[in-house]
């Protein structure tokens, strides 16, 4: 009976260095997992709330076919509810010339809410709702037998609020409009709602992000007038700064044909 010699070599390890490559490996791998998941985690807050969004202008339309008006914003101190006497709208500051808050999200029925009961989007930020007060707040009011010559909104949606060396005309007044050669996405909009996006806790300070009313911007700095920003995501280093505010408005045109069909108008 044979048998195999032993050998003397002594049993092999790694070695440090290699070690460390396996270790830089596996984060290399790990890591490329994480972003593509982090990214897809984004892209549904995004879609989520996008979606309530959609809904909030659905129950606008809804509440306007009901009572023949639209609702104000909500303030801090309104538990949801919409915040203004007689169809004039509650400021949030002196200096505002178009009334900014939040959804009336107990005034309209939606959901989910804070613990102020105000309408959240996916990070769990409320969502801000903007209306136009053109002709002495005529949407606020009942429209009922008011002629279409006097509804006329005059909400401006802008796809950049600097463009060169010109910005946001007459920005904080009544008569703010988008930059010169600067062409509107829409130029009456009745009512614009917002999210502002994940960034909310801290962003804001980006040119563009600066022109939707947001708490993170001083109110004696930009008072909340009548143009909005509304684009693609950008990062910090753009030339407008950070931005990533989902903005979506209504058109007098679909309030108009719901107000018909329900009685309301003309």
Request: proline content about 8%.
């Amino acid at each position: 009976m044979t048998h195999s010699p032993k050998s003397n070599r002594p049993l092999r390890g790694f070695t440090l260095t290699e070690l460390a490559v396996v270790l830089v490996i596996v984060a290399i791998l790990v890591g490329g997992m994480l972003i593509p998941l982090a990214a897809q985690d984004q892209l549904r807050r995004a879609d989520e709330t996008q979606k309530t969004l959609m809904d909030a202008r659905d129950a606008l339309l809804g509440f306007a076919a009901a009572n023949g008006r639209l609702p104000c914003p909500a303030t801090a101190a309104s538990n949801g509810l919409e915040a203004g006497v007689a169809g004039v709208c509650t400021l949030l500051d002196p200096l505002d010339v178009v009334p900014v808050g939040f959804v009336p999200a107990a005034t309209l029925g939606l959901a989910p809410l804070d613990n102020q009961k105000r309408l959240i989007d996916a990070w769990g930020n409320p969502l801000r709702y903007a209306v136009t007060t053109s002709n002495s707040s005529a949407f606020t009011k009942p429209m009922t037998g008011v002629g279409f010559a006097t509804l006329v909104p005059d909400l401006i949606v802008c796809p950049t609020a600097l463009l060169g060396a010109s910005a946001v005309q007459n920005a904080g007044t009544l008569t703010a409009d988008c930059p010169i050669g600067v062409s509107s996405l829409t130029s009456k909009a009745v009512a614009v709602i917002y999210s502002l996006g994940q960034n909310a806790g801290g962003g804001g300070g980006g040119i563009d992000e600066s022109n939707n009313p947001n708490p993170n911007v001083s109110s004696s700095t930009l008072a909340s007038d009548r143009v909005f920003i509304s684009h693609e995501p950008t990062p910090a280093a753009s030339a407008n700064g950070e931005f990533d505010d989902l903005v979506v408005w209504l058109s007098p045109n679909i309030l108009f044909n719901r107000m018909i069909a329900a009685g309301r108008l003309p």
